[in-house]
């Protein structure tokens, strides 16, 4: 967050990603190399190559995360009939999170950071019934053990 507030309101995300976007100085490296979605045992398998890019005493998480678009829904909407609108599609919905809401504790930012070596995970996350696979993204995030701040995202689509 800023101003000491670690939570950042939701009108200043677009702010805020576009800032670290323009700082071009990743703390940390993700790469998504595969998806498998295993029917068999329902769930999206994720392999994940990652490492600390600056060295540091911070400890980082990695979480899985899964979005749906296309979501037709009621929305409320106080300028329609009824108040709302039936069949709004609402996108990127969040769908829920592999590793509770923080994540995996994974390394440490003094972890290997000068060899060109990344570390290999693989996360996994049970499927829902009501999701259409189809329409669902996932996102590998990293985010700082101290403050919880995200500081490397990647997503691709299932």
Same mark, same amino acid.
């Given at each position: 967050?800023?101003?000491?507030?670690?939570? #950042? /309101?939701?009108?200043?995300?677009?702010?805020?990603? $576009?800032? #670290?976007?323009?700082?071009?100085?990743?703390?940390?490296?993700?790469?998504?190399? $595969?998806?498998?979605?295993?029917?068999?045992?329902?769930?999206?398998?994720?392999?994940?190559? =990652?490492?600390?890019?600056?060295?540091?005493?911070?400890?980082? @998480?990695?979480? @899985?995360?899964?979005?749906?678009?296309?979501? =037709?829904? =009621?929305? !409320?909407?106080?300028?329609?009939?009824?108040?709302?609108? @039936?069949?709004?599609?609402?996108?990127?919905?969040?769908?829920?999170?592999?590793?509770? /809401?923080?994540g995996?504790?994974?390394?440490?930012?003094?972890?290997?950071?000068?060899?060109?070596? =990344?570390?290999?995970? !693989?996360?996994?996350?049970?499927?829902n019934s009501?999701?259409?696979?189809?329409?669902?993204?996932?996102?590998?995030?990293?985010?700082?053990?101290?403050?919880? *701040?995200?500081?490397?995202? *990647? *997503?691709?689509?299932?």
């Open positions: 967050g800023s101003d000491g507030n670690p939570y #950042l /309101p939701y009108a200043q995300w677009t702010d805020r990603v $576009n800032a #670290l976007i323009s700082e071009n100085n990743p703390e940390v490296y993700i790469s998504i190399e $595969n998806i498998t979605v295993d029917q068999a045992n329902q769930e999206i398998v994720v392999d994940v190559f =990652a490492k600390p890019l600056i060295p540091s005493q911070e400890r980082y @998480l990695i979480n @899985l995360s899964v979005t749906e678009s296309g979501i =037709a829904e =009621a929305q !409320k909407n106080s300028s329609s009939p009824g108040g709302q609108i @039936l069949d709004y599609v609402h996108n990127h919905v969040f769908r829920g999170s592999a590793y509770g /809401p923080w995996l504790d994974i390394f440490r930012g003094d972890d290997d950071v000068r060899s060109d070596k =990344a570390i290999w995970y !693989k996360l996994k996350m049970d499927i009501e999701w259409n696979l189809e329409n669902c993204e996932i996102l590998v995030f990293i985010s700082k053990l101290s403050n919880r *701040e995200v500081v490397q995202v *990647e *997503e691709a689509h299932l």
